[in-house]
Each structure stands twice: as structure tokens, then as C-alpha cells.
């Protein structure tokens, strides 16, 4: 069964540092998407990414952090500084035709 | 952004027992999403709904679309042990393509 991929599965960096989260959508998908969830919280909406652009945004989703398709079959997040807030597990995710989104496993940031 | 009010909180149920849970939005949403998610994982899709009015099922789970597009259910009968997590609802309303995800129903099953 197709499935989102997401690299690395955790990742410890220093505070200020960039830090680089990687996703492999289902391959037939169209729009993309990064969730966060902060611990013991609910999943909450980053961005949102159709036709090698951003679709949506939300307010976390400050100038420290874009998003890219490098090639047609990764999808990226790049935090480029780090902060302790930004310690959280990052979802990437995907929908295609049926509009059911399916998540990946997940990549958990912590920040020092 | 949107506010989806999951209820209950928590739930701390005996194995065999059925769960109601329910989802409600302050706006119309028109695609309804289920998902339960185990620590340290990502959420797992469980049920997807389209339209008012619709009762899908998934084995022993079903859920519903409210008539009024602003609520969602989802039941499991007879639960078992490995029913225990976490479980959200999501929805997405027209005027946009992103997700919204509830506060999460924490759901035990006492064996």
C-alpha cells in the first residue's frame, strides 16, 4: 500500500540552527502538506502545497520556514532558525483524488 | 484559524463496551475526516465522509456526517484492547484545502 515517507524519524539540534525535514508523498498525489504537533497537543496546519506552490499558510508559518519540491518526488520543510518552541513532531501529508489525507510517520525536532 | 471541539476529552471504558465521541465546528465543512493516531505515530486515516447525512463504516467503527455540516460522529462497538489512542476528527471546508484537526478524544480500554 502507497504511503507518505518522511526523513529523518528524529532529529536533536542546537538552537539557530537550520534543520532540514524530508518527505516522499504518495506518488499520484497532488497537494502536500506539513502538520505539527507539538507534545500532548493537537495536530496543527503549517502549509499546504499544489502545483509546485504554496497553496495555504497559517500563522506559524513565519518567514523562518518555507517549503520546497526540489525534484518530483520530494517535498521539504526547512526551519532556518531554530527555536526551543520549535521542538515538535512535523507530519508530512497528502491527498489525492478523494481528498483523504494520509500522513506520514513523522519527524520528531527537538531543539537544545 | 477554524475551532473543532472534540468530545469527551477522555474515556476510560471495559473491553466489550461501545464509544460514542462526537466533533463540532463553528463553521459548514464539507469533507469529514477520522483518524487515530498511537504514541509517537502519525495519525492513521480510519473513515473519510463527504456529504450530510452520510454513515460510513470501517468494521467495527462507523461515523456520520452531521446534517448541519458542522459536527461529526464516530462509534466503535465492542471495543478491544488495541483500540486504546487517540483519536481526532479533521475537516476541511470549501473555501480552502487545508485541514482542520480537534482537541482529540484520549481513549482507554480496560481489559
Known amino acids: 500500500e502507497p504511503e507518505v515517507t518522511q526523513t529523518p524519524s528524529h532529529q536533536v539540534t542546537q538552537m539557530g540552527q537550520e534543520v532540514i525535514l524530508r518527505c516522499v508523498p504518495i506518488?499520484?498525489?497532488?497537494?502536500f502538506y506539513w502538520y505539527r504537533q507539538i507534545l500532548g497537543q493537537k495536530v496543527e496546519f503549517l502549509v499546504s502545497?499544489?502545483?509546485?506552490?504554496?497553496?495555504?499558510k497559517s500563522e506559524i508559518f513565519d518567514d523562518q520556514f518555507s517549503v520546497e519540491r526540489p525534484d518530483g518526488s520530494n517535498f521539504t520543510l526547512k526551519i532556518r532558525s531554530t527555536k526551543l518552541e520549535d521542538s515538535a513532531m512535523y507530519f508530512c501529508?497528502?491527498?489525492?483524488?478523494?481528498?483523504?489525507?494520509?500522513f506520514g510517520e513523522g519527524s520528531r525536532l527537538t531543539v537544545l | 484559524g477554524q475551532q473543532l471541539n472534540q468530545s469527551p476529552q477522555s474515556m476510560f471504558i471495559q473491553e466489550g463496551e461501545d464509544v460514542s465521541m462526537n466533533c463540532t465546528s463553528s463553521?459548514?465543512?464539507?469533507?469529514w475526516l477520522w483518524y487515530k493516531q498511537d504514541p509517537g505515530e502519525g495519525p492513521v486515516l480510519l473513515i473519510a465522509?463527504?456529504?450530510?447525512?452520510e454513515l460510513t463504516s470501517n468494521g467495527r467503527l462507523t461515523a456520520q456526517f452531521g446534517i448541519t455540516r458542522k459536527d461529526s460522529f464516530l462509534n466503535i462497538s465492542a471495543s478491544i484492547p488495541s483500540d486504546v489512542g487517540i483519536y481526532f476528527c479533521?475537516?476541511?471546508?470549501?473555501?480552502?484545502?487545508?485541514?482542520?484537526f480537534g482537541t482529540g478524544t484520549s481513549l482507554t480500554v480496560i481489559p
Open positions: 501529508a497528502s491527498t489525492g483524488p478523494r481528498v483523504e489525507l494520509f
Open positions: 506518488s499520484n498525489h497532488l497537494y
Open positions: 465522509l463527504y456529504k450530510a447525512g
Open positions: 502545497f499544489y502545483n509546485n506552490e504554496i497553496s495555504e
Open positions: 479533521a475537516g476541511r471546508s470549501n473555501t480552502g484545502n487545508q485541514f482542520y
Open positions: 463553521s459548514i465543512f464539507n469533507t
